[in-house]
């Protein structure tokens, strides 16, 4: 089985972009619940993470889409999904096993202070994004990334 053979890193760095996909769909989920227009409300935050790459030019609504602003962004998310998911290794060994889910929500709170209170030091269109939905979504992600790596890392061990 391939997940014996995984080193940490590798686990680690697949639970980041595990978790990067899961908070966004849970994200694009509580757009809808709360009635917001989730295709401009995505494509908003699309332009927003392309703009750390980009620069700000890119930030004012374009009548269509843009595949070189998608894939801008695209790499932002899969850079700090990337980060991210590396630090569950460190999370891992200062956590019980069966902490982890919480541990890992309470990195994704840490994670939304970081990105939303720090960065927007350098990249200030993302004050906007200080809400309660981009909090949850932060929240998942951290104890999305916790949980898939600890399982990850439990498989690996069961197989050898």
């Known amino acids: 089985m391939i997940v014996s053979r995984m080193p940490a890193w590798c686990a680690a760095l697949l639970a980041g972009w ?11 989920a509580l757009w809808w619940l709360a009635g917001d227009a989730v295709i401009a409300t995505l494509w908003r935050d699309t332009r927003r993470a392309a703009a750390v790459l980009l620069g700000p030019t ?3 609504p374009p009548d269509t889409i843009d595949l070189h602003v998608f894939a801008a962004a695209a790499l932002v ?3 700090l999904s990337s980060v ?5 290794i ?11 889910a919480l541990a890992g929500a309470v990195f994704g709170l840490a994670v939304f202070v970081m990105n939303m209170y720090g960065f927007t030091l350098l ?3 993302f004050a906007d994004d200080r809400d309660g939905i981009t909090a949850a979504a932060h929240v998942v992600f951290g104890a999305s990334a916790a949980m898939s790596f600890a ?3 439990a498989l690996g061990r069961r197989t050898h």
């Open 18 to 28: 595990l978790a990067g996909g899961v908070a966004t769909l849970f994200e694009v």
């Open 58 to 60: 890119v930030l004012p």
């Open 77 to 79: 998310h899969l850079l």
């Open 84 to 88: 991210y998911g590396l630090l569950q």
């Open 90 to 100: 460190v999370l891992a060994r200062l956590v019980a096993p069966r902490a982890m």
């Open 123 to 125: 990249f200030p269109w």
């Open 151 to 153: 399982l990850l890392r």
